[in-house]
């Protein structure tokens, strides 16, 4: 615990530092980038053969497996248990502990400190709540003398899964990092942490290239947007009528300014004037804004009153409301991927009101797109309006293009192509899978 807590002031009073550093090598990390290669995209969840291995197998069926597993946030958690379904087909009596939230506790998981309930984001929550997360790094420690386990599995929240891999690793427990962190963008030198897991599981074609080229064991699963795409739009509310009954036909063009209050502040009224110029060259198209999180109704519903033009707002709806969109904008985020999976053509946005931050955005990442389905794509699928100063009427050109003609054509065979990579079921059982392997 103590080593720990000195390792988090140390990486606290060293980030300035390495961050400079990291982008003095900006150039040569973005030239370092280009010549990845790429994993082929999985097609079908691969199982262990049995057959092909000269170790004696145990009967997974009757064995009690000891996994404890740490998520820090909502989304990592709805992985988690898709993950956790899928191994229980090959361990029904699999037990496990750790960090939660109260998905996995409906699953059966002893919940330690439900963190994926809380849901810290960002430098300031993640200050307020520093003492909670020593106390997690201590109960883990001690679980980990007290009852050894099988495996740990880390799910994503690289901040404080990092230091839980560095702890395991020292008691002598296997571990592998479900969705492992991009580092490749972000922060290269935590990979001497990350590459001590036996085995690193990621999500983008490029990243095992270049988790391997710096030491690391990774294997390629897919994006684990596939496994919960078809059953997410069953928990979702129903649709407008104006949506539900659309006759005669309607041309929807979906809004996606973003989920947390800033992204929301940032980008709706600039997408609003973007949609107000789109109505006057084609007065027959209709805008709508599918919304999940209602901590943000209040904000959106007073942006929408005073808007240029007419928005149908569509809170609790998402999933719903995709099938129904001829194209959209939509701000940086998983929602690029999932706009993409229900074979919508986006165009990228995600303004930055401050120099400074708008400035970073632009040079400090090594890496030549900010979008996935771009860098899944390697080349630019979704034009990115990324910046201070962004032209409503660049943002209208792009999505117009994507209404019909042979721009529309060519992105949406290019996305067809790619589905597979974050649009199918697979990655949970692949995961499993793996994790059968290493325990076995």
Not at 263 to 269: G, T
Not at 314 to 320: E, I, M, V
Request: proline share 8%; with cysteine; hydrophobic share 45%.
């Amino acid at each position: 615990m103590t080593r720990e807590f000195l390792l988090a002031l140390a990486d606290l009073a060293l980030g300035i530092p390495r961050q400079l550093l990291a982008f003095a090598a900006r150039k040569r990390r973005l030239k370092a980038f280009g010549t990845l290669r790429s994993d082929p995209i999985p097609t079908q969840p691969s199982a262990p053969d049995s057959t092909q291995s000269t170790a004696p197998q145990a009967n997974t069926q009757d064995r009690a497996l000891r996994i404890v597993l740490s998520c820090g946030d909502a989304s990592g958690e709805a992985h988690a248990v898709r993950m956790l379904k899928e191994l229980r087909r090959l361990y029904p009596q699999v037990e496990l502990h750790g960090f939660g939230g109260q998905e996995l506790a409906k699953q059966g998981m002893q919940v330690w400190q439900p963190l994926a309930d809380l849901n810290v984001m960002g430098f300031r929550d993640v200050l307020a709540q520093l003492p909670l997360f020593f106390r997690c790094v201590h109960r883990f420690a001690q679980e980990l003398l007290d009852h050894p386990p099988d495996l740990v599995v880390l799910v994503d929240y690289p901040g404080l899964n990092r230091h839980l891999l560095r702890v395991a690793k020292r008691a002598g427990v296997p571990v592998v990092d479900y969705i492992a962190p991009q580092l490749w963008a972000w922060a290269p030198w935590r990979v001497r942490d990350f590459r001590r897991a036996d085995r690193l599981l990621t999500i983008l074609p490029f990243e095992s290239d270049w988790y391997a080229r710096h030491g690391a064991s990774a294997s390629y699963v897919g994006h684990p947007l596939g496994d919960g795409l078809q059953a997410a739009a069953a928990s979702e509310a129903d649709l407008p009528p104006a949506l539900a009954a659309d006759s005669p036909p309607t041309t929807w063009v979906g809004i996606l300014p973003g989920s947390r209050r800033r992204e929301i502040a940032e980008n709706l009224p600039l997408l609003l004037e973007a949609a107000a110029i789109l109505q006057q060259r084609h007065p027959q198209l209709r805008f709508v804004l599918p919304h999940l999180r209602a901590s943000v109704d209040q904000q959106i519903r007073e942006a929408l009153a005073t808007a240029p033009v007419e928005v149908l707002y569509a809170p609790g709806c998402f999933h719903r409301v995709m099938p129904q969109l001829r194209a959209a904008w939509v701000a940086s985020g998983t929602a690029l991927l999932e706009v993409a999976a229900h074979r919508v053509p986006p165009v990228l946005v995600y303004r930055v009101s401050s120099r400074l931050g708008a400035w970073l955005s632009r040079n400090w990442l090594a890496v030549p797109y900010i979008g996935s389905l771009n860098l899944i794509a390697g080349r630019e699928l979704a034009p990115e309006h990324l910046g201070r100063h962004l032209s409503p009427q660049a943002l209208a050109d792009d999505l117009e293009a994507r209404l019909d003609g042979p721009t529309r054509a060519s992105v949406l065979d290019a996305i067809e192509e790619l589905r597979p990579a974050f649009g199918e079921p697979g990655p949970a059982s692949r995961t499993a899978a793996i994790l059968a392997e290493i325990v076995e």
